[in-house]
């Protein structure tokens, strides 16, 4: 490890080790309930990930399908 004091010592390391990350950006050790790395400042999200592109699909094909049936019963 390195010798930059805001590094956490290796006693925090092995008490909380199960409960820790690491951070996509610069690979530090972060507590699961951070919001930001103290490295780096990378800020973790919890935002859910986005919608997959078949469930739009589907959905576009639901509503095209009930215009038609509209559309066929008014003709």
Known sequence: ????????????LDQ???????????SAEVYDE???????GHAFSNDPKPMPKWVLIVAILVVAAILVTILRGVI
């Open 34 to 40: 951070a919001e930001l790395c103290w490295k780096c």
């Open 16 to 26: 909380f080790s199960g409960v820790t990350r690491t951070c996509p950006e610069c």
């Open 1 to 12: 490890m390195d010798d930059d004091p805001n590094d956490p010592r290796a006693e925090d």
